[in-house]
């Protein structure tokens, strides 16, 4: 429990705070429970001040709002404080409800374009094994893996997220292995929160509708490596941002996909990759040591996840012989290169790639296992950065056997107009076929693959929806994957 005092501390837009108990923090009115404050934002879509008679008739034991507009709230039986920005001194009301429960465990940030979900799940997987009890948070959920609770972004709102690690706390996690976005970081979701570690998986372009240029990217994603000692720091030598990142980082624990002569910091590299049809086989060597690592994952690009996920293991103390022995537990994470299988049938994987640089490592990853033709299923989601639209369709066409172009979240886009720019970025002598369904988009690519061949489902991977307008609508690769499956089995 906290004082209502304590929390709003110097934060108060001129309105006394009173001394007064306070048992969780909400934004949302529907999850109030009798003690809480309830939290009332000025939202683009929606004024949640509107709800502060609901939210007393739940039981909240005060409110703290949005006053930076002149707005004053009517008073009613509960205290009802007003606050400036209140969006920026988010952070700081749910550190100091929830004590900062990551000072009480192991926090452990990945940050990067692409592979943050794979390599945070290897780091809880791996940790169970060696019974570090350890949670998950990002794109995929959280909780304790595999049971995990859907979440509503990558990274949570700090009310959330720091309620979150309380109440994985006190189930017992020593440690939680978390995905941290640009946009956690660049709206400061994070600021209060204690990293013990930190990993780099990559930069490649994305969310420019939001952070404009590839420099604020950069430099959203390097903030995270602000947060925690150099030394706990785990980074990717071969990408260029990377190799950027460990000259400002030179105490940090470098990782690459090959030997790198000369190299006076810290490393682990792969001597040898090998892609085999039960997944990929690295031979480790470096600063801990050799290694001979299997994990049945399908992708080239899912050894560099290994690594990094291999070098925060050995940031944190563990041994690499116990790495080596427990390694096989890591298994593929849902939606990321996963593949679906029948004797004599095409192999159909789901991937997330949504990004150009995704794409590209997926196509290619699927080309170092031997398959005979690689038929790529994708899209580009509406409302989002359009520069990359030509780009990806490009990349499918010149990389892929065929390419069968399609919807993926329209939104409040023209889902025509999306598919139209993707294909204006096609070679003039390029195969391909637009089919707006998604469903049987992916259908009529498995019906025209060979039992040697691959077809990737790229774009969507996890997701369980298709967003059009602003409704979502129940929709999964993953569902129509099994679904194709299961009836070639008559």
Known sequence: MADLKDILAGLSDGC?????????????????????????????????????????????????????????????????????????????????????????????????????????????????????????????????????????NTTLRPLDLERTLREMTLEGARAVSMEVSSHGLAQGRVRNLYFSYGGFTNLSRDHLDFHKTMDNYREAKFQLFKMIPESHAVINYGDPAGKEFLSRLPGALAFCTEPVPGYRGRMIYAEEISCHPEGITVWVNGSYGRAVLSVPLIGLFNAENLLCALGVMLARGFVMADLERTVGCLRPVRGRMECFRKPGKPVLVVDYAHTPDGLEKAISGLRAHGFKRI????????????????????????????????DDNPRTEDHLEILRMMVAGVPADAGYKIITDRESAIREAFAVAEPEDAVLVAGKGHEDYQIIGTVKHHYSDRETAAKILEGMSK
């Not at 580009?380 to 520069?387: A, I, K, V």
């Not at 990806?392 to 990389?399: D, P, R, V």
Request: glycine residues 12%; hydrophobic residues 35%.
């Open 16 to 152: 006394p705070v009173p001394s007064l108990d306070i048992t969780g923090a909400v934004s949302d009115n529907r999850k109030i429970s009798r003690g809480n404050l309830f939290v009332a934002f000025k939202g683009l879509h929606f004024d949640a001040r509107t709800l502060i008679p609901d939210a007393e008739r739940r039981g909240a034991a005060a409110v703290v709002y949005e006053s930076g507009d002149g707005f004053s709230a009517e008073p009613c039986g509960i205290p009802l404080i007003p606050v400036r920005n209140l969006d920026i001194c988010e952070a700081d009301i749910a550190s100091r409800v929830y004590s900062q429960p990551s000072k009480d465990l192991s926090l452990i940030g990945i940050t990067g374009t692409n592979g943050k979900s794979t390599v945070t799940h290897m780091i809880a997987e791996w940790s169970q094994s060696l019974n570090v009890k350890t949670g998950v948070m990002g794109t995929l959920g959280t909780g304790f893996y595999p049971d995990l609770t859907p979440s509503p």
């Open 375 to 406: 038929i790529t299923v994708c899209g580009c989601g509406g409302d989002r950065d359009q520069g990359k639209r030509p780009i990806m369709g490009k990349i499918a066409c010149l990389n892929s056997d065929r390419v069968f172009f399609t």
